[in-house]
């Protein structure tokens, strides 16, 4: 199983950009979805989030801005990013609690980061 991240880049503030984030391998199913980024220095923290019915959360800095959606065929999560702000510049990644075929639980998977700089 892994997760595939796309669609970081740089862009003047105000601007905005997509990132895609699909899962691939033995998926027998997938529950929620999320995305995190990391600034220098700083922590990992939850941007937003979906659960497996639509359901979403959002870190208050980026509320009003940000927009997660998953896309039909559920194993691909997005994030549209408007109004976009230097202090939004970090590396994002996606995450998933995904289920194996054959397996009974769900583990934690993550993809490889993208890099989002937003410059002012």
């Known amino acids: 199983v892994q997760l595939q991240a796309f669609g970081g880049g740089l862009v003047q503030a105000g601007g905005s950009l997509r990132l895609s984030c699909v899962a691939s391998g033995s998926i027998s199913s997938i529950n929620d979805m999320g995305w995190f980024r990391q600034a220098p220095g700083n922590q990992r923290e939850l941007v937003a989030r979906i659960t497996s019915g639509g359901s979403t959360n959002y870190a208050g800095a980026v509320k009003g801005r940000f927009t997660i959606s998953r896309g039909n065929a559920k194993n691909t999560v997005y994030l549209q990013m408007n109004s976009l702000k230097p202090g939004d510049t970090a590396v994002y990644y996606c995450?998933?609690?995904?289920?194996?075929?054959?397996?009974?639980?769900?583990?934690?998977?993550w993809g490889q980061g993208t890099l989002v700089t937003v410059s002012s």
């Open positions: 995450a998933a609690d995904i289920r194996r075929i054959g397996d009974s639980v769900y583990y934690n998977y």
